[in-house]
T-cell receptor, first 114, second 113 residues
Framework: ETGVTQSPTHLIKTRGQQVTLRCSSQ?????VSWYQQALGQGPQFIFQ???????GRGNFPPRFSGLQFPNYSSELNVNALELDDSALYLC?????????????FGPGTRLTVT | QQQVKQSPQSLIVQKGGISIINCAYE??????FPWYQQFPGKGPALLIA?????SEKKEGRFTISFNKSAKQFSLHIMDSQPGDSATYFC????????????FGTGTSLTVIP
């Protein structure tokens, strides 16, 4: 069974630029959630995708957007980067059936905005 | 507003001792409470989880105690080992709203040999 993978591992961007982060779900999973984890904090929910549709969104501005593809992989796009966007971005996958809960996290992408 | 409050922020325990981490929540709609373990440079790994229809769940050295009336739950690590040194996060979720997880702020556990 393949776990959740994310790319790239690390990324350095300049304020105002745009970034795309990628996530491959665990085999058999159809739901992907994205989280932002600032240093020393718990993960904060950005949004979730189920069957290629956004299925819930946290308190993040519209410049955070996403996609889910037919193979259930996903992208997180952040436009107009700000210094406060520097964080570890985590992707979590799960299999949604009824009240599915268990989310499995990838290793994350460390984004630094200068 | 922090949906899930976690304490302590850091914890130092002797090898073989019991580590206890506490969490509290306000939203009674939460119906799933997992604990995650995170090592530096890694993503959180699911340790153990509980639903509010039981008061305790044990898996190996890890036990969740759940107090529905007090809206509190805790993680107990028995016979703590140096390899348990990591950051632990509690979380809470509502099953009917897309499974958004609300995480605590984390507890850094150090187990001294």
């Amino acid at each position: 069974e393949t776990g959740v993978t994310q790319s790239p591992t690390h990324l350095i961007k300049t304020r105002g630029q745009q970034v795309t982060l990628r996530c491959s779900s665990q085999s058999g999973h159809n739901t992907v959630s994205w989280y932002q984890q600032a240093l020393g904090q718990g993960p904060q929910f950005i949004f979730q995708y189920y069957r290629e549709e956004e299925n819930g969104r946290g308190n993040f501005p519209p410049r955070f957007s996403g996609l889910q593809f037919p193979n259930y992989s996903s992208e997180l796009n952040v436009n107009a980067l700000e210094l406060d966007d520097s964080a570890l971005y985590l992707c979590a996958s799960s299999y949604r059936t009824g009240l599915a809960y268990e989310q499995y996290f990838g290793p994350g992408t460390r984004l630094t905005v200068t | 507003q922090q949906q899930v409050k976690q304490s302590p922020q850091s914890l130092i325990v002797q090898k073989g001792g019991i580590s206890i981490i506490n969490c509290a929540y306000e939203n009674t709609a939460f119906d799933y409470f997992p604990w995650y373990q995170q090592f530096p440079g890694k993503g959180p790994a699911l340790l153990i989880a509980i639903r509010p229809d039981v008061s305790e769940k044990k898996e190996g050295r890890f036990t969740i105690s759940f107090n529905k009336s007090a809206k509190q739950f805790s993680l107990h690590i028995m016979d703590s080992q140096p390899g348990d040194s990591a950051t632990y996060f509690c979380a809470a979720a509502r099953g009917n709203t897309g499974n958004q997880f609300y995480f605590g702020t984390g507890t850094s556990l150090t187990v001294i040999p």
